[in-house]
């Protein structure tokens, strides 16, 4: 009986062990559609969070091709696309930043950090000067940082607002309380004119949602959260970056009233290079005007 015992352990470990390793080295797409008065046509854009410096074919070139079939109307990089831990001296901050350059060649391509990037611009004295030559050669390259800043796209009434906080709201365990002040402090005010267009926020940290819908985000697209790390069945993701079990927001659609947050799983990972039950995720948002 122990004998059989310990061979269904051992094919329960290698199922599982397997499973890790699909899912750590692929992702899926996943569709989202929203309705919104406010925008002018159709706008259909693909999400991309905590690349983390992966490669899912050579220079990401199953990742790109899933993109191009797509064809949307823009890319919009919500972060954490490298990590910020160098390793002989050196960020692999290379994939991260070749896939964008690949994509800004064909795409609009808006940019928001995640702590990541706040993290190497932060510490000089670890990294010195990197995340300003970092941004400047992408900005070569045609792409929007938004770096607590806003873009409006006239043509479809949305305006992309990249919100960059600081490090405090990224801390593990405890979660730092946001003041409802801080957001017009870094972004400015959704003023009654500004209510007239679709505010589109990019917001790594999907732990404030309640904060960004009440400063007047229709749509926060959000990651940082690697869709909980280990999936389980009914009970979604077990562990955040923030060392919280059981996260209230795990990856998928969340609404509060009229206002709307999409939380991408993302497609790499670090430090615990793990992911079960939760492949990689390219998430594609479709938002039908109505005006």
């Known amino acids: 009986m122990a004998i059989y015992l310990v061979i269904a352990l051992m094919v329960l470990i290698i199922i599982c062990v397997l499973i890790i390793y699909h899912d750590t080295h692929s992702f899926v797409v996943r569709n989202y559609e929203l309705k919104s008065d406010k925008v002018k046509g159709n706008f259909k854009f693909v999400f991309l969070s905590d690349l983390h410096g992966y490669v899912f074919g050579q220079n990401n070139e199953k990742l790109i ?43 609009k391509v808006y940019y928001a950090n995640g702590n990541h990037e706040y993290k190497v611009k932060s510490f000089t004295k670890e990294f010195g000067n990197f995340y300003d030559r970092y941004k400047s050669r992408l900005k070569k390259e045609g792409v929007v940082f938004l770096e607590n800043d806003a873009v409006l796209l006239e043509d479809k009434n949305i305006r992309i607002t990249g919100l960059d906080l600081n490090l405090e709201y990224f801390r593990k365990v405890v979660k730092r309380k946001m003041d409802p002040s801080l957001m017009v402090r870094l972004v400015g005010n959704v003023n009654d004119k500004e209510k007239e267009k679709f505010n589109l926020l990019i917001a790594h940290n999907p732990q404030y949602f309640e904060n960004y819908a009440s400063w007047g985000a229709d749509l926060t697209m959000s990651g940082h959260v690697h869709g909980g790390i280990v999936r389980l069945p009914i009970l979604g993701g077990v562990i955040s970056p923030s060392i919280a079990l059981f996260p209230k927001y795990d990856g998928g659609l969340y609404r509060k009233s009229d206002k709307t947050m999409i939380l991408g799983r993302g497609l790499g990972t670090h430090t615990i290079h793990v992911r079960f039950f939760n492949p990689g995720e390219v998430c594609v948002v479709n938002i039908k005007g109505g005006i």
Do not use: Q, R, W
């Open 65 to 107: 091709a899933a993109i191009d079939e797509i064809n949307p109307d823009a890319v919009i990089c919500g972060g954490d696309m490298f990590t910020a831990h160098a390793k002989d001296g050196k960020i692999k901050f290379e994939p991260g930043f070749d896939l964008v350059k690949n994509l800004s060649g064909k795409y």
